[in-house]
């Protein structure tokens, strides 16, 4: 077989089987492949597409790569959730103890933040003590004792996707989504779950920004589970404004207790209970989505949610006493509010204009707001402060007038405070006229999606 030869194939929109795609993927990984020809590869990639079935066996090369987490030794189905990133995302911080208090066993790998917020595991680390790096053997005891475990992920989980993504990265093929699919899916499929749901995020804070892109995305990695044998679901959900009122990462900590506690913002109760009630379809432990909401409910009013996550953190080495008195938390040593009349300034509005709405955002731009505050990475070592962030106090649709408060930041730095206030009022386009609300669920995808078409 010749590197060469398959670059030319895929070139000229040829149909690539399993043999050449696990060559390309195993001769790079192995560093028999030169960068500068699977940089070619990929461009072909890039351009003419892969089917199903291509992506599908480029996703299974990457995840045979390394490692496979093998869970068969955890009793239940196994139901893990991933979703493509946003702003204000702490969504497995509620989904994990409600699943785990309803017995559906997760045993979930996350990785850390690189851009404008942290990952799962930096949030965690936010609780004294909670330690994110446990050995495999007590990571599978504790899911089958609790019922949940969140640690990060290994070294060697998917390294092809490592390497490609690197690359990809500075050839400008990114945004292709069989290339994304197969990234997702193969840390996915090597992380050893049975089903998987997927949150596919959409919007101004999201890699997708239409509805369109991330139709066909998440149609794509559902097709790629399917063909791997596992069920998957795909829910797209809204991220044109942050999830939930918190951004940064004790803040975000914060914030999923008050949800555990039933006092959660509604459009975080919203996708959280909706991806819970998904993954309860997918472990059968419900037999429709009426029933798996009001097991959600009844795990969060009964206080067994809560109880649960108290539980977890105990059992990774973290002071349970935080979860039920929130004020333990580290804090930012100063607060900056935002009102309507600093947005009102930034847009001119006129004097005598006193009361506008908040039209739309955007929303990447409110999470370079906790970047720059310093509650995210610029690279891969960059130090988090994970006090910092900003809570917003009105949401897209709501009114606000000159003496409203619209936000508070959080920092340690005041001049770090200022440019971040500065961003947040340029973020903002406001309105005389109250616009609609955007959906917050746009739509699930399953298997039966694909078969329709």
């Not at 404008?116 to 495999?136: M, N, R, V």
């Not at 993954?279 to 206080?303: C, F, H, P, R, V």
């Not at 935002?338 to 409110?366: F, H, P, W």
Request: net charge negative.
């Amino acid at each position: 077989m010749n590197t060469y030869d398959l670059i030319m194939k895929k070139r000229n929109g040829g149909i690539l089987d399993q043999e050449e795609i696990s060559y390309m993927v195993n001769g790079f990984t192995n560093g028999e492949i030169p960068d500068y020809q699977m940089a070619a590869f990929l461009m072909a990639v890039y351009f003419k597409g892969m089917n199903h079935e291509e992506t599908t066996m480029l996703t299974m090369a990457m995840a045979d790569s390394g490692e496979r987490l093998d869970l068969s030794q955890i009793d239940g189905i196994k139901v893990d959730k991933h979703s493509t990133g946003g702003v204000g995302d702490k969504t497995s911080l509620i989904i994990g103890p409600i699943l785990a208090s309803l017995d559906v066993p997760v045993a979930k790998m996350s990785g850390r933040g690189l851009g404008h917020t942290g990952g799962t595991i930096d949030k965690l680390e936010g609780i004294p003590g909670f330690q994110t790096s446990i050995e495999e053997s007590r990571f599978i005891q504790q899911v089958n004792d609790i019922k949940l475990s969140i640690v990060g992920q290994t070294a060697n989980l998917a390294p092809a996707d490592k390497k490609i993504y690197a690359l990809r990265d500075v050839t400008a093929t990114v945004d292709n989504v069989s290339l994304i699919a197969a990234s997702i899916m193969s840390k996915k499929l090597a992380a050893g779950a049975d089903a998987i749901v997927l949150d596919v995020k959409v919007g101004s804070g999201a890699f997708m920004k239409t509805v369109e892109d991330a139709r066909l995305l998440a149609k794509t990695m559902v097709a790629i589970g399917t063909l791997a044998g596992r069920e998957t679901i795909a829910v797209l959900t809204d991220m044109n404004e942050p999830l939930g009122n918190a951004v940064g990462n004790i803040l975000e900590v914060k914030e999923a207790i008050a949800c555990l506690k039933g006092y959660g913002e509604q459009r975080l109760m919203e996708v959280s209970k909706t991806l819970a009630s998904y993954m309860l379809l997918a472990g059968k432990k419900a037999k429709d989505l009426e029933t798996a909401n009001q097991m959600i409910m009844n795990a969060i009013t009964s206080g067994r949610a809560l109880d649960k996550m108290k539980e977890f953190v105990q059992a990774q080495g973290g002071d349970a006493s935080y979860i039920t008195c929130e004020e333990k938390f580290e804090k930012a040593k100063f607060t900056v509010e935002i009102y309507g009349r600093d947005l009102m300034q930034s847009k001119e509005i006129a004097a005598n204009q006193t009361k506008v709405y908040l039209n739309c955002c955007n929303n990447q731009e409110i999470g370079m707001v906790s970047l720059i505050l310093g509650g995210g990475r610029q690279t891969k070592d960059s130090t988090i402060d994970l006090t910092v962030g900003l809570e917003l106090k009105k949401h897209l649709g709501d009114w606000v007038e000159m003496d409203t408060c619209v936000a508070v930041l959080y920092g340690n730095d005041m001049e770090k405070m200022q440019e971040a206030k500065k961003r947040f009022v340029c973020a903002y386009e406001l309105t005389q006229d109250k616009p609609e609300h955007n959906p917050i669920i746009y739509e699930i995808i399953t298997k039966s999606d694909l078969e329709n078409e």
